[in-house]
């Protein structure tokens, strides 16, 4: 698999270990908000990586690095 750049890579090695810590939670019947904590943090990761969802920090770093609009 290529990942295209270092932010990715990290996104998805924090994914993993999310779904990794979802896994285990399911095994040892935590409980359900515990669960939804694992998903919501997927799903964050999972929708910033694909560019659904955008950290205000990484806008910040696109108008200071690019000249857009000018």
Partial sequence: MVIPNLRHKK?????LAAAE???SD???D?????LAVHAGE????TEE???IAV?????EQ???RFCIGK
């Fill in 26 to 28: 399911l095994q040892n």
């Fill in 30 to 34: 935590a409980a359900p908000e515990l």
């Fill in 42 to 45: 997927i799903l964050r990761l």
């Fill in 21 to 23: 810590g979802l896994c």
């Fill in 55 to 59: 950290r205000a920090d990484i806008l």
């Fill in 11 to 15: 996104l998805l090695d924090s994914a």
């Fill in 49 to 51: 990586i694909l560019g």
């Fill in 62 to 64: 696109v108008f200071e």
